[in-house]
């Protein structure tokens, strides 16, 4: 695989606050691209960021055939950039493209293409304990096409977006109840557009009333919780930590999987099992739910403060030094900054 090199002429990254990084305000100077023509992935660049030009018949704008992956790099103390579990997102993003009929990538190829970015923009990888570069790529169908069938042709990219603290405040979250994010045989578990699209209107409505995020629970009978945002869920009860199982309607997170590795490797007491509404609220109620947190790529480890339901709000109480979640988050930070050599092979290191 060749990989073409376009340098841009002029670096942005005088322009970055550092104080201020907020979350992808500022781009990277390059961008990964390549097409996908007669049946293979060719054309392979690294040029500086930029629009790009499309038919207005693109099939992406009309019907949504279009999936992305979200990844992070970090820099350790010695300057070294380490990209944490990246063959996950590889094999996760493969199916998702087969879920929405699109074109795989192969593995060597999506990490690689990875590598070479990072290795053009080191850096723009921050330092820092809160800092990371976010790694963001997708692939789209690109037919200038008014009809539905899958596409003939197709781009893959990679941009990259400066990371700092995500939620820094801990979140209040809204048991939903009407609205639906995934059903059974639907395409909840890609990371996909439409799952975003249709997500919007009831976060809005919640943001209306307070609420940071949402928790969706299943579609059939909302009786049981899913997952939350862009996150998996998980949860404290008895001292036992407990996450809602995959399938079709959650998003197979590797945050979550790391969490669910870890837990083990600390002697955490573990369960992947169905949480019910009403488990959440009589645990709230009782006490028995000691903290309940989100799990993802962009805010790592997000506490929730308070959880609403039926117009009512419960509260958690206050995260101390000792819980479980912060723990967690210790030992996952410990990870992928290298401090702490594991055998678990989750860095790959950018050697250039
Ligand atoms: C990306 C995402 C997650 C988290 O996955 P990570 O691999 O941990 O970042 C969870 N739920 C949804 C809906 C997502 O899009």
Known sequence: MEIKLIKSK??????VDYDNLGFCKYYTDHMFICDYIDGSW??????????????????????????????????????????????????RFNKSAERMCMPKIPEDIFIKSIEELLSVEKAWVPEGEKNSLYIRPISFALDPYIGIKPADNY?????????GG??????NVKIETHYTRAVSGGVGFSKTAANYAAALYPAVEAQKEGYHQL???DGKSHEFVEESGTMNLFFVINNQLVTPPLGDTVLDGVTRDSIIHLSKLL???????????????????????????GAGTAATIAPIKSIGYNNKKYNLPEISEKSISNTLLNKLSNIKFGRELTELNWLKKISK
């Open 166 to 171: 995500y939620y820094s405040e801990p979140v």
């Open 215 to 217: 928790i969706w629970t």
């Open 10 to 15: 002029n670096s942005k990254i005088s322009n």
């Open 267 to 293: 002697n955490i007491d573990v369960d992947v099992r169905k949480v019910s509404v009403k488990e959440v609220i009589s645990s709230l109620e009782s006490g028995s739910m000691s903290e309940a947190f």
């Open 155 to 163: 781009k893959f990219m990679i941009i990259c977006g400066m990371a």
């Open 42 to 91: 060719q054309n392979f660049i690294i040029q500086p960021f930029q629009d790009l030009s499309l038919s207005p018949a693109c099939t992406t704008l009309h019907y949504g055939q279009t999936i992305f992956e979200g990844l992070k790099a970090y820099r350790n103390q010695e300057g070294e950039i380490l990209i944490f579990r990246p063959d996950k997102n590889a094999e």
